[in-house]
């Protein structure tokens, strides 16, 4: 299963929001979690490796 372009620019938009709110300090990261378990479930299941790496595992 594959992920529609649309879901991962909301991803991607959802995920950048998230980062800037952290660094801010408006929210935990604990708090981000909770807002990203839907997406993170969603990708569990689709073929979505790349995309994973490319949005949480930059060094």
């Known amino acids: 299963m594959k992920i ?3 879901g991962k620019r909301k ?3 959802k995920v950048k929001l998230l980062t ?3 660094k ?3 929210i935990t ?3 981000a ?3 990203l378990c839907g997406h993170l479930g969603y990708l569990k299941i689709a ?3 790349a995309l994973e790496n490319k949005l949480f595992y930059k060094e």
Do not use: F, H, P, Q
């Open 33 to 35: 979690k909770k807002y």
């Open 20 to 22: 800037e709110r952290i």
């Open 11 to 13: 991803l991607k938009k």
């Open 47 to 49: 073929n979505t490796y």
């Open 24 to 26: 801010c300090g408006k």
């Open 29 to 31: 990261s604990r708090e």
């Open 4 to 6: 529609r372009d649309k």
